[in-house]
C-alpha cells in the first residue's frame, strides 16, 4: 500500500500515480468533499470484489464519482427530470440513482472530479473504512486501519484532514416523475431538492 502525499509530491504528479493504478485495476483510496472514498474504475468486477473484501462489506450497490454530468451521462441512461437534477445541482452531496446497482454523483472536490475525468471512466466512491466504521477524515488513519489486512488498497492518496461533514444526499426519481429520498444529505442540497419534488 503506497502512500501519495499530494501536499508533497504535488497535485499533477499524485494525479499521475492514481491514474496509472486505476487503469491497471487497481484500488486507490482518495479525497471527496464528504469523505476519503475507496474506489476504482466501476466496470471493473475484479475492482469492485476487491473494494467488498477490503471493506469486509457484501453489498455490492455502490456510489460512484464522475468528472462532470457528461460523463455520468454517457455512461447511464438518463430521464429527462435527472437530466435537469443533474445540471441545475451539480457538483454537489447529491447523489442519483441510476441503475439497481449504482448511484452517481459529481464532487464538489476537485481532485476528485479530475481523478475520473482522467481515468476515463466513473470510480467508486464508498467511504473508505471497515462496514460499519465511522466516515473517514484521515489518509494516514484509514492507512493504519487497512494496514497489515488480508486485501488493502493499492495506494492512498493523502489530501490532508478532511472537514467532517454530512454524507451525500442519495435520491431516486420514480417514473412518475416523483422523488425518492433514500438517504437525506446536507440541509442545503435537501433544499434545492425541493424545487424538484414535484412531477415534471
Known amino acids: 500500500m503506497k502512500i501519495v502525499s499530494i501536499k508533497n509530491t504535488g497535485e499533477a504528479n499524485a494525479l499521475k ?8 485495476g487497481g484500488v486507490v483510496v482518495y479525497p471527496t468533499d464528504t469523505a476519503y472514498a475507496l474506489g476504482g474504475i ?17 453489498d455490492e450497490k455502490f456510489t460512484l464519482i464522475a468528472s462532470s454530468a457528461s460523463q455520468a451521462e454517457k455512461f447511464f441512461p438518463f430521464t429527462a427530470k435527472q437530466k ?4 441545475a445541482l451539480w457538483p454537489s452531496p447529491l447523489s442519483l440513482v441510476v441503475t439497481s446497482q449504482f448511484a452517481v454523483r459529481v464532487p464538489n472536490q476537485a481532485f476528485a472530479r479530475k481523478l475520473a475525468r482522467a481515468a476515463g ?3 467508486v466512491a464508498t467511504s473508505a473504512n471497515v462496514s460499519g466504521g465511522h466516515n473517514p477524515y484521515s489518509a494516514l488513519r484509514t492507512a493504519k486501519a487497512f494496514s497489515g489486512k488480508d486485501a488493502e488498497p493499492d495506494m492512498i492518496i493523502d489530501a490532508g484532514i478532511l472537514l467532517k461533514v454530512q454524507p ?14 433514500i438517504r437525506k444529505g446536507p440541509r442545503s442540497i435537501m433544499e434545492e431538492m425541493r424545487k424538484f419534488t414535484f412531477r415534471s
Open 84 to 87: 435537469k437534477i443533474a445540471r
Open 42 to 58: 466501476y466496470s471493473n468486477t475484479r475492482v469492485r470484489k476487491k473494494i467488498m473484501e477490503i471493506k469486509g462489506r457484501k
Open 168 to 181: 451525500s444526499a442519495v435520491v431516486r426519481v420514480l417514473h412518475s416523475g416523483e422523488i425518492e429520498i
Open 17 to 24: 500515480q492514481a491514474v496509472a493504478v486505476l487503469r491497471s
Open 121 to 123: 471512466a466513473p470510480l
